[in-house]
């Protein structure tokens, strides 16, 4: 191949590999196959909790970081002001006080007419009381919804993490779980992850 068959190659195969990316700014490539895929996210702390004391973002990077077996890597892109669930191309984390009665969290996932997940963004309710008593409780329910962000459906088994609450026995908050069980790990392992 020619000097400039090779530079066109190079050109096209440097075009084709930032389209990929280009309608999901907020993952990012791998450097290898080895690499694990990265997912940036953003936190709106607006309307976190008083309780919290400021400390909602390192609540979401712990229960992000059960996430890390699965073989993905979250990566913290900064504050921002977007609210959850504003189609911006951003994974955006944050508080909702205006959620329905009885729901703790949502993870709402942006999707192209193609079926390509733009971005999933999450909003936990901050009028739960229960969260503030049982801070165990809280961790859970985030790691569930990092679970959604990953791409997993709930689970039957009362166990794991993404079991959904309503369909098991009632549970006392202190035997929660306090990471992704094996099962959930492997359910992860096994998806797509985000895509």
Known sequence: MSRSGRIAAILLLAAVAGTAYADDPDRVPSGSPADPPVLRWYYNPHGEPAWLDGEGRKRVEEAIEAWAPCGVR??????????????????????????????????????????????????????????????????????????????????????????????CRRVAPDELPLVPTENDLERCRASTGPS
């Open 74 to 167: 979250f990566e913290f892109a900064g504050e921002t002001d977007q609210s959850p669930g504003l189609r911006d191309g951003r994974n955006v984390i944050g508080w909702d006080a205006g959620l329905g009665p009885g729901q703790r969290a949502i993870t709402k996932t942006m999707m192209k007419r193609d079926g390509k997940v733009v971005e999933r963004d999450v909003a936990f309710n901050s009028s739960r009381a229960e969260f503030r008593l049982h801070p165990r409780l809280l961790r859970k329910v985030m790691m569930h919804e990092f679970g959604h962000v990953l791409g997993l459906k709930h689970s039957p088994d009362c166990r794991d993490v993404m079991s959904l609450g309503a369909d």
